[in-house]
């Protein structure tokens, strides 16, 4: 017995599983957010790391609005091995190449347990080559921000890299030279973290706004940097999309604009990688063209979608995470470009949630299986390389959920028989945009295929899209120790990564 | 072999079968309508169905917008008994109790062909008795619609009746003394039928508002009644509900308002019957509550919506039948009330379809099995009661579709392990709400969960309900001749009734 169907019941170093099916799974209500602290000032990292009472086996959070560029986790946690602490759980939002140095401390049993919605780089290798001690449990930032709240995911101490602090000890990335926009997923940590440590390399500002109040600070710490904020557009958020990337674009375009874009209270969120830029760019005419303004972009916010409300295209961007300077940028100055929390942005346990009255949204896909599984954690060999973020989240949640992919990576295709690892359900993807044109997963859609013919656009059946393009070859699954659970949105375990 | 799975890839008096499944169907291009005529004043109903050229065996189609009180069809059908017409095809919108005069003259003959999108009384127990010599073919609103515009379904000879008519000829149903509110179902007929009669009461008044233009009619007949226009609040659009239809409209308002009414441009449709207009008034104080103000309201449209709309909860009624007297007035007099066609409201070929643009509808259900499948065609134990009408296409179209239901009838339970008939299917269908709860049918919803919970609104999974209210006695299928068979609104075979 090989592949998904057999999950095992118990997952040493994880726990018992619940797996994963259709089913709606309530989840029960988040705590209120902890208040009440007044912040005191600490003079090095190592004093407050000691202040905290930090102990051997605690879990330490991390944000990632610095993304590639983060400099405070590996300093933290080097500092942690100089006190001497070890069996660290970390919880950060998401692992990105700049934190290779996590690697020796793993080695060192430092860090023993990982947390993560997302992990790309030399410690995603380092776990896949089996040096971790447990497997890496991954979330979804809907998940993350909902396992928080309701305690499933207890945390010891927050780490908050704080570009801007005022004299009160309140918080927010707007401003300073870190800045990074807004702190959507810090903000769940400070709510519910025992002790929180804001870390600032620009203390002492007055803030245009504030993303985390003093009151759910504990300690605040100088540093000398947080980080290298140029890197904030980097990996994914940095690539131009090339003539096949402009195709499937264009494509996507047309098919919001004879869905989604004919209902009222428009509202989009797209990627940062380049295709999805691209889909904004040629979105945009067509929205002003019709006279359309949208309700809002949301998301991850990039350089396109603040010129898009900048043009009136949109009353609003809901933002969690900027990804890219222009959304710094707009962030600090304009007043509609709002900060939300990870919680606001995508929890499963929340109804008004942003991601749940999401119009039309556009994603990525590594690899796309019979059933529209997607899989964006791991490369067809097995190679670790994301997670969910909140790929699944904005899937579920968004009335049209449209995956686009080449046909081909450079290794093999990617339309396949099974995803060897399934990050998001088909039953959430409504379509799929590939150079070689539009496949609609089901019949809700139906009624957009004559538009889409009419402005020239291929249309594919499912059938038609697996026969031509995809590889029927049976997937080889891995039988080895499980390296990562993926855990779906509402905490059930959907797939795990197992060693060769 | 028995049941839905077993169809016939040929049907006597129907054609060949293009079973339904749940992949996209793309249709073909809605042909342009015809235009370009002048209509002519002819005296009797009989010259004017002799000019047109109808012949035994032609189609002649009819609308329901005066519902149980309408006169027209059987007047005009005896007027072709007299004539000599014989094996006539009639292609009403829908088939009402008041029609009980077409019985004798499916005996004689005179007619032997029907497609409707409904059919309730003494015609369809006719048909459960095999008086009809061929099939009944049951379409939906919005399927009718995209079989007239592409050319699959067509008519010889549209009969209209317009309660208004002006002297240059253009029609309306906005006026007259039996006003009837937008001619919906009627202007696609007057689009696409090769010829078209207009049958007026009241000839030559000025209109308010124009439903069908004078350049679409060929001929317009007075006669001395259209029909008892008061009965236009019939059948299920008259009840009052009791204590459980109260019950459960209170806990699809709040389903409601935690899901659909949380996103920008709400709009809503709500059938006719006690529960639905229970909710609406349910749901009109919890959007004033929170300043929401929808973009529209569509549909049937009833009282509650009128009254939301003129107290600014809606921007717009957006009506393809008026479904009492107070939507008839409102149409005459408010410009924010438009009129839309079967085709703008509900074809599967349009992707600007209303009903693909809708929020939230409230359907109900005379059975509802495992898989969802809702029966709104026949009873339990095989009455003809109704058919789709535009259940399935506001149940495929919308973003969150709401089933209410009893959990018996009277004469047993209404939750069973397989529906007598498919009319919608289950991928369709959202959430069903009984006396005991609130059932989510899959993990879309999740996140209402809480908020329900916290309303104090009972939630059950679809085994719970099954489980608990559900009949698991297998069906016994009946075996005998084809009576009717159900189209999909893409035209494909979704079920049919046999006789026992």
Known sequence: MTGRANLPVFIEGYGPVTPWDSAAFPLTKPRAPRAGRTPRRTKTLLAALEN??????????????LRDGDGLMVETLKTCARIGLRDLHIAPSSIFPCHAGLVPLIEQG?????????????????????KLATPVVLQTHGGRAAAIEDGRLLINVAMIGAPGVDAEGNLTGAVGRS????????MVDAGHAAHVIAVADMPDQSLPRICIPAKRVDQIVKVDSLGDASK???GTTARA????GEKIAAMTARLIAVTELRKPGFSFQTGAGGTSIAVAKKLAPLMAERGVVGDFACGGITAPLVDMQQAGLFRELRDVQAFDQAAVQSYATDMSHLGISASDYASPARSD????????VVLGAAEVDREMNINVTTTSDGRIIGGSGGHSDVASGAHLTIVTTSLRSKTGPKIVRDVLHRTTPGASIDAVVTEAGVTLTGQKWSHAAQDLEDAGVPFLSPHQLFDRYGDSQPRAWPEGRILAVSE???GRVIDVIRAN
């Open 488 to 490: 779906y949105r509402d």
């Open 52 to 65: 905290s009472g930090l102990q051997n086996g605690g879990t330490l959070s991390f944000h990632h609005h």
């Open 232 to 234: 904030i557009a980097s």
């Open 110 to 130: 430092v860090v023993t347990r990982i947390t993560t919605s997302y992990i790309n780089g030399p410690v995603a290798d380092a776990v896949r080559a089996g």
């Open 179 to 186: 800045a990074c926009g807004p702190l959507g997923y810090a």
């Open 353 to 360: 949630a942003i991601a749940h009255r999401l119009g039309a």
């Open 241 to 244: 999309p090339g003539p096949e």
